[in-house]
């Protein structure tokens, strides 16, 4: 078992920035692909990005390419996703996810854990 938990969620200004965390427990990450994923209200969630665990390839949704980075620390078995000049259709609440298949996964159903996300809120 994997669990998940993440921070760094808040209320920012469009054009700022934010940095959410991923933190792992339960087993390491090292083996797994990770990925983030957001859900506006009403909506589907959807597939932001994803990094995986040998060689650390990174994909981006286009809507995120150029302002969102992933990247992970192995050693903390932590995640993260800089958020740079946010945009009010950033808003979200914001989802980390684990998954045994490597590679770049951009489908929920093979995330195998979840956390309980974090809001995101840009204010136009």
């Known amino acids: 078992q994997v669990q998940l938990v993440e921070s760094g969620g808040g209320l920012v200004q469009a054009g700022g920035s934010l940095r959410l965390s991923c933190a792992a427990s339960?087993?390491?990450?090292?083996?797994?692909?990770m990925g983030w994923f957001r859900q506006a209200p009403g909506k589907e969630r959807v597939f932001v990005s994803v990094?995986?665990?040998?060689?650390?390839?990174?994909l981006y949704a286009d809507s995120v390419k150029g302002r969102f980075t992933i990247s992970r620390d192995n050693a903390k078995n932590t995640v993260y996703l800089q958020m740079d000049s946010l945009k009010p259709e950033d808003t979200a609440v914001y989802y980390c996810?684990?998954?045994?298949?490597?590679?770049?996964?951009?489908?929920?159903?093979?995330?195998?854990?979840w956390g309980q996300g974090t809001q995101v809120t840009v204010s136009s």
């Open positions: 990094i995986t665990w040998i060689r650390r390839l990174t």
């Open positions: 339960g087993r390491t990450l090292s083996n797994y692909a």
């Open positions: 996810a684990a998954t045994r298949l490597d590679g770049l996964q951009t489908t929920a159903r093979v995330y195998d854990y």
